[in-house]
């Protein structure tokens, strides 16, 4: 099966425009961006796709130590670049995408315009100083949870990552989103999301990035979308006034508004 496949890549837009790289989020797939990205297919070749293990991609291509690290996934995002003969590209990434992006954007930086990082965490275990939203024993219960009752977890642990809740229509499609993937996959990834710790990479990035936060995340609280914006040296942070972890579907003109000013250049 050729990459497109395997990962249920969808094309839209421009052909001849600027590519624009769409990344979901943990327990999601591509679908979450459609109130996004077809705001930006009038002048970017838009293109969307599914992690593998997530959505519409190929289950079987799932391999436990290819993506036993965040790594392999950035190693999926440059493959994706090179057989669609991506350059320039403006990556988006939400939450854990965020770092699967920083990750291929270290690796090969030549491929990459900006990057576009919404609701961020490097690490979401408290540490020292750090204030990553989560003690270590809140972590390893949650995991716990997941492991002992994936569907279970699912339905109490949307609608907080949702917030909104007023709006629980939202909560229930996040909830239906996680019941739709694999579970044994979704431990799998859920481990590799929480107990990873990207903050020594940030520095260390140089294309021009954005951070959008929501000003009530339970996932990604507000300190820790401005230490992203502290450690990487050329990059700016955007204060969405949403709530919740999922601003794509919750505050969508507020996320496209942010990003468009970001991406088009300036007096556009």
């Known amino acids: 099966m050729d990459l497109t496949s395997r990962h249920n890549v969808q094309v839209t837009g421009r052909t001849d ?4 790289l769409f990344a979901h989020g943990f327990g999601c797939d591509q679908n979450m961006w459609r109130f996004v990205a077809p705001a930006f297919e009038d002048e ?22 290819r993506y036993s690290s965040l790594a392999g996934y950035a190693d999926d995002v440059l493959a994706l670049c090179a057989e669609l003969q991506l ?10 995408s965020a770092m699967i992006g920083v990750l291929a954007n270290l690796a090969a930086p030549e491929l990459f315009d900006k990057l576009v990082l919404i609701g961020p965490s490097p690490r979401y275990i408290d ?11 809140d972590i390893d219960e ?24 007023d709006r629980p229509e939202l909560g229930a499609e996040l909830t239906a989103s996680f019941c739709r993937t694999d579970p044994d996959i ?3 990834f859920a481990r590799v999301t929480f107990l990873s710790d990207n903050r020594d990479d940030l520095a260390r990035v140089s294309t021009p990035t954005l951070v959008l936060q929501c000003s ?21 942070l955007v204060m969405l006034q949403a709530t ?5 579907l919750s505050a969508p003109e507020q996320t496209i508004a942010a990003i468009a000013e970001f991406v088009r250049p300036a007096g556009e």
């Open 216 to 236: 009530d995340d339970a996932i990604a609280p507000v300190p820790v979308g401005e230490f992203v914006r502290d450690s990487i040296p050329n990059s700016s």
């Open 44 to 65: 970017f070749r838009v293109i969307r796709f599914d992690h593998v293990g997530s959505g519409g991609s190929d289950l079987a291509a799932y391999d436990p130590d």
């Open 17 to 20: 425009g600027q590519p624009m």
């Open 186 to 188: 979704a431990r799998r």
């Open 87 to 96: 350059r320039d590209v403006v990556f988006v990434g939400h939450s854990v």
């Open 127 to 137: 540490d020292g100083d750090y204030v990553g939203g989560f003690a270590e024993e």
């Open 244 to 248: 919740g972890h999922c601003p794509n």
């Open 142 to 165: 949650l995991l716990d949870s997941l492991d002992s009752n994936y569907l279970g977890w699912s339905s109490a642990m949307a609608p907080v990552i949702m917030g909104n809740a």
